[in-house]
């Protein structure tokens, strides 16, 4: 363990004094808001925040948490599901003021500093031409969703984002900056794909860009029973490539623009994105509209599925939201009515004002990456799952956790414990293995061992060192 030499102020003091960003404390103006992640239920108090303006300013934070030995958080979006984007009396990173991008439209690449969020990224190469797939949200930070996996809109026609990342700049545990790709440090390369935040600190991605005819995506709202989920999800395995969707069977939120008779009705609340020529596209999708007439209805109950702009696929967001939830992710490798009839069963029976079986297949460009490729290493299932439900105080929690829990038992097959590491909570060790199957959790172990031997990268879905 490290002996710290100085107290906590001193070592502030010294760095203020030679920081290109800026340091936010308690009592500051922006403290309050500077410390509030997206999801409600995590109030931590940092003793200071360090908004960084350059990697050097990176280094220097994580040398300062190093050698005062305090806990380190690292935040981009600030969307951690269990909150290690903050800490509670250590030292938060943040990375919001990173926004610098570099594109190369001859080589279709860019460089893009880990500040930027998903939808500010994806909108400035839209500009120029490209597409880039990240996940379903446009404030996610590209930073957390990169070093987790990446599964979005884009899944089967490109591969997860972690497939479009050339190389990257990352500053260790010793406080030294890394340009790493393929052919230098493949290791660390290999980690960071996948591995989340166990390895150090990304202040810049490299992404290989893609160029796609049009886009025809948005929002599908369809009856849901088991028969028609079943329908859907088994189109969803036979669309092609171009095809990605995300299905949320879940009660019809109040739209305005939808008939009020299914406010609170359970639906299929669906987005769809096929990514390429506008004809093609809307023979692939027409089966799924197609799916209403199998809940007995004419046409679908919304249906905004038409030719956008990439970006488009973000649907807007209120920064002052922060939903309480509780969730389990699980992978399937079939669909059948079974599990369908499960699903609509404990979506019927549960009282909780939101609660939802998220469904994404996957295959496609995503399948076709090896195994052990990448850190991340489910390129071998089906379809992800996501079970989840909100809250209201702590009471109830319990209570909504426990309708997750059996709903996901119900569905999952026996001993298939595999998780996507971005969507785990605070679920302890054993699902944190469970998220790298196939060797990968003991390679990363044994990389942990080399790169962060005190680990000092822990507020993470951690990997403790070999």
């Known amino acids: 363990m490290t002996i710290a030499t100085r107290s906590i102020d001193e070592l502030l003091e010294d760095l203020r004094g030679r920081l290109a960003g800026r340091i936010i404390e308690p009592g500051d103006a922006d403290y309050e808001a ?3 992640v997206m999801y409600g239920g995590i109030d931590r108090h940092p003793r200071a925040i360090v908004r960084v303006a350059s990697d050097a300013d990176v280094q220097a934070v994580v040398n300062l948490a190093r050698e005062a030995n305090i806990e380190l958080a690292v935040r981009g979006g600030g969307h951690s599901v269990k909150g290690d984007c ?3 009396g250590g030292i938060g990173l943040d990375l919001h003021d990173r926004k610098r991008i570099d594109l190369d ?7 893009a500093e880990t500040g930027l969020t998903a939808e500010e990224l994806c909108t400035a190469v839209a500009e120029h031409g490209f597409v880039l797939g990240f996940g379903d949200t446009g404030s996610v930070g590209i930073g957390g969703i990169t070093l987790g ?3 979005g809109y884009l899944v089967r026609k490109l591969g997860l984002t972690i497939d479009s990342l050339l190389a990257a700049d990352v500053v260790t545990a010793d406080g030294q900056l890394h340009r790493i790709d393929p052919d230098h440090e493949p290791d660390l390369f290999w980690a960071i794909r996948g591995g989340g935040g166990n390895f150090g ?3 810049r991605f490299q992404y290989r860009l893609a160029v796609v005819p049009s886009v025809v995506g948005g929002m599908l709202v369809l009856p849901a029973t088991a028969e028609t989920v079943e329908r859907y999800m088994a189109l969803s395995e036979a669309a092609p490539e171009e095809l990605s969707s995300i299905a949320n069977v ?11 008779h299914w406010h609170g009705k359970i639906v299929i609340f669906a987005f769809m994105c096929f990514a390429g020529d506008v004809a093609a596209g809307a023979a692939a999708l027409a089966p799924f509209r197609d799916v209403a007439q199998l809940g007995g209805l004419d046409a679908p109950i919304v249906d905004q599925v038409h030719p956008i702009a990439y970006p488009e696929m973000y649907a807007p967001e209120d920064p002052d939201y922060h939903p309480t939830a509780v969730a389990l992710n699980l992978f399937l490798d079939r669909f059948d009515r079974a599990i369908a009839e499960a699903i609509m069963d404990r979506l019927e029976r549960s009282d909780a004002s939101v609660r939802v079986a998220q469904l994404r297949v996957l295959g496609g460009a995503a399948a076709r990456v090896p195994i052990d490729a990448t850190a991340y290493a489910h390129r071998d299932r089906a379809i992800m799952v996501n079970i989840a439900s909100f809250y209201e105080g ?8 426990a309708w997750v829990e059996e709903l996901t038992g119900a569905i999952r097959r026996s001993g298939d414990e595999a998780a996507y590491v971005n969507f785990i909570a605070d679920e302890g060790p054993a699902r944190v293995r469970a998220a790298y199957p ?3 959790y003991e390679r990363l172990a044994e990389i942990k061992r080399r790169y962060d031997p005190t680990n000092l990268f822990r507020l993470n879905q951690n990997i403790p060192p070999a």
């Open 34 to 36: 500077a410390r509030t």
């Open 149 to 151: 996996g990446g599964v």
């Open 86 to 88: 903050s800490t509670e």
């Open 394 to 401: 702590e009471e109830d929690r319990a209570r909504r956790l």
């Open 438 to 440: 196939h060797g990968a």
């Open 105 to 111: 439209p001859t080589a279709k690449t860019v460089w």
């Open 250 to 260: 879940m009660p019809c939120p109040p739209f305005p623009f939808a008939d009020e």
């Open 201 to 203: 600190v990304a202040t």
